[in-house]
């Protein structure tokens, strides 16, 4: 529940501060003294946006903070998820700077928005004119029944599987999508494919070509000149290696008169051998260089055809051909494996349809066991609050599965007698809204753990007995809830156990917003203006004092 709230530099508030009781507030006051500024205020703390236009003024950051007694809402867990430290009083406080920047904070820790309005759906429960009209929306009353029917394990396990199998069905879309994207080119593909893999590539192989297509076109002149080269060497008795030979003995015979000629003997030897071995080599080389026409035509149609590969998939290597065949060989491998996959995945969203099938009809179960005790409770309370002939039923129809389960929930009703009840928006009026969202609350309020309930002048449309009645059922509500009320009739101002009055104060250069706790006395003359105006007379005194002190 809230312990303090206080509000800085919002709207027409300069300064304000308060403490709720734990049980029932009544705020009242005259019309544009900044009563609903207070919800602006506090809606802040509940994660809503700032606006730099809410500024008192536009010099100073704007500060709201609220304390509040958590230690016995089971909100630990939550904090720890937030890697919030957790404390039995919370602190928020929301900061909104001139320049338009917000922060946010939770016992002094920086928290984002998301976080805050994590926790503040378990802090305070904010009722406005806007929620009225939303009663009207079928989405809302599908959640005000959930909440009656308390089955909050059989939601959970709904969503569950329904995210198991919204994914399911992702990944069966994916495939099949990509089945289909896939066969639109696996032709061109295959084509592709064949021609790489025909081809027979192996790294390396166009410079071997190359160098052998040289050859084979100069075979002629090099089988000459090799075997001229050869004739000098060897073939002929004035060779040079012949000429090496005789001279070798002249220069052993010597060779021992001095180091010198030792080493001149050793290198005319190794020449010799080496000539010898050259001549060998160029014989052999000769032997292999044939004058081959076919094999010639052969090698340039080789490398015109790994040229036009190269040109074709713009790449300069043989080794970027082979690495395109191989990632071509992969896409058609997955495309032989993805009739497979389809085949899995399918399989796998049905499975998964039919647990979300199964939990949503279970979840429909608990829904239609409980509709018409709702409705029926509703219609119970609406006829204290004057709705005599008020007829409520809860319609349940099959839907499209969707987050919330396989149902449209529709709240009909139908304030007079004899005639059958319809949907709510179509035939509720302003005061029916008001006293249908009251019941609704009054029936969920110990449905939930919230701390905290504010209604926004939920008397609208109402007055008399009716009034009374709907404070009456506020203070019940304010044995286990703390409650704040603002309202314009006098009989919710006399059944609070706290009455703050906001009223503007213009004594400053501009008007401010300013909120106090009113005693006893005071509250007789602020009820008292309440029925009879700014100066009410003894019978409205007497009024005020018999509403705050009401006869046994």
């Known amino acids: 529940m809230i312990r303090s709230l206080s509000i800085k530099n919002y709207a027409l508030i300069q300064s304000l501060e308060m403490s709720p009781s734990p049980n029932l507030n009544i705020i009242t006051g005259e019309t544009g003294a900044g009563k609903s500024i207070m919800l602006g205020a506090v809606g802040l703390l509940l994660g809503n946006r700032a606006d730099t236009k809410a500024l008192f003024s536009e010099e100073e950051k704007c500060v709201v903070e609220g304390v509040f007694d ?32 917000s922060r946010a904070f939770i016992n002094d820790t920086p928290v984002t928005l998301d976080v805050l309005k994590t926790l503040g759906v378990h802090l305070m429960d904010v009722h406005s004119q806007h929620e009225s009209l939303h009663l009207g929306s079928n989405e809302y009353q599908l959640e005000i029944l959930d909440i009656y029917a308390g089955h909050q394990e059989l939601i959970a396990q709904y969503k569950k599987s329904y995210a198991e199998f919204t994914s399911a069905e992702k990944t069966y879309s994916r495939l099949v999508k990509k089945a289909q994207e896939s066969a639109k080119d ?44 050869n004739q000098l060497l060897d073939e002929s008795e004035i060779s040079l290696i012949n000429q090496l030979q005789e001279g070798l003995p002249l220069l052993s015979s010597i ?12 290198r005319l030897n190794s020449a010799s051998i080496e000539l010898q071995d050259i001549s060998r080599e160029i014989a052999n080389e000769q032997d292999r260089v044939e004058l081959d026409p076919e094999r010639l035509q052969v090698v340039k149609e080789r490398i015109d055809l790994l040229f036009r590969l190269q040109q074709k998939h713009h790449t300069n290597e043989v080794a970027e051909l082979i690495a395109l065949r191989d990632e071509l060989s992969a896409a058609l491998e997955d495309v032989l494996n993805i ?60 839907t499209e599965p969707n987050i919330n389960g396989l149902d449209l929930v529709e709240l009909l009703f139908s304030a007079n007698k004899g005639v059958q009840p319809r949907e709510l928006k179509n035939v509720a009026s302003g005061g029916e809204f008001s006293r249908l969202i009251f019941a609704v609350k009054y029936l969920l309020a110990d449905k939930t753990a919230m701390p905290t309930i504010i209604f926004d002048e939920i008397d609208t ?25 603002i309202s314009h ?59 705050l002190n009401p006869v046994s």
């Not at 919030?84 to 602190?91: A, V």
């Not at 279970?362 to 008020?390: D, M, V």
Request: contains cysteine.
């Open 461 to 485: 449309g109402v007055s008399g007995e009716i009034a009374l009645q709907m404070v009456s059922m506020m203070k019940q509500m304010a044995k286990n809830h703390q409650v704040v009320s």
């Open 70 to 101: 958590i230690k016995n809402y089971k909100l630990k867990a939550l904090f720890e998820a937030a890697d919030l430290d957790f404390e039995s009083e919370c602190i928020i406080r929301r900061e909104i700077s001139p320049s338009g920047k």
């Open 255 to 266: 060779k021992g008169f001095s180091k010198r000629l030792e080493e001149l003997f050793e």
């Open 186 to 229: 696996t032709d061109y593909k295959q084509y592709l494919y064949n021609e790489l893999a025909e081809a027979q590539l192996s790294a390396g192989e166009l410079e071997l070509l190359e160098e052998e297509l040289e050859i084979l076109e100069n075979a002629e002149e090099i089988k000459v000149n090799l075997g001229q080269l």
């Open 339 to 398: 009739d497979s996959e389809i085949k899995k995945a399918k399989a796998a969203l049905e499975e998964a349809q039919k647990a979300m099938l199964s939990t949503g009809k279970a979840l429909t179960a608990s829904r239609q066991k409980h509709a018409q005790p709702f409705a029926e409770a509703i219609k119970a309370l609406i006829t204290k609050l004057g709705i005599e002939n008020g007829n409520i039923s809860i319609k349940i129809t099959p």
């Open 489 to 547: 009739l006098p009989q919710f101002a006399a059944g609070g156990d706290a009455h703050y009055f906001v009223y503007k104060d213009h004594s400053l250069d501009k008007s401010v917003s300013k909120i106090k706790k009113l005693q006893e006395e005071e509250r007789v003359l602020a009820i008292a203006q309440m029925i009879g105006g700014e100066k009410p007379g003894a019978s409205a005194m007497q009024s005020a004092k018999e509403l």
